[in-house]
């Protein structure tokens, strides 16, 4: 049984920061890929950016390059986002996932939501003008 936490959610003003972690228990990352997806109200959930086993790969939506980044520590099995100078646009429900056997790929691979066997309980974030 794999189990992911999110934390780190909550209200910041425009151009403030904040910093999500994901936990995982259950089974060791360092053979998983893992990526942070959001979904805003009303909306799909969307890829927001993923990261490879290894770390050395990293892939990110257009909304969010130079603003966000993704890192992982597989000795602590989390995973972080950093996000910087948010904007109202990014308020959302943050979700990490992970999926079994996959250690890396294309964008299109880690951009599926169906990539994904495991997935966490998600966090808001708010960001207010």
């Known amino acids: 049984q794999v189990e992911l936490v999110e934390s780190g959610g909550g209200l910041v003003q425009a151009g403030g920061s904040l910093r999500l972690a994901c936990a995982v228990s259950?089974?060791?990352?360092?053979?998983?890929?893992m990526a942070w997806f959001r979904q805003a109200p009303g909306k799909e959930r969307a890829f927001v950016t993923g990261i490879s086993w290894s770390g050395g790969i990293t892939y990110y939506a257009d909304s969010v390059k130079g603003r966000f980044t993704i890192s992982r520590d597989n000795a602590k099995n989390t995973v972080y986002l950093q996000m910087n100078s948010l904007k109202p646009e990014d308020t959302a429900v943050y979700y990490c996932?992970?999926?079994?056997?996959?250690?890396?790929?294309?964008?299109?691979?880690?951009?599926?939501?169906?990539?994904?066997?495991?997935w966490g309980q998600g966090t808001q974030v708010t960001v207010s003008s």
């Open positions: 996932a992970a999926a079994r056997g996959f250690y890396s790929g294309t964008y299109s691979d880690f951009s599926r939501v169906h990539t994904y066997d495991f």
């Open positions: 259950g089974r060791t990352l360092t053979s998983s890929a």
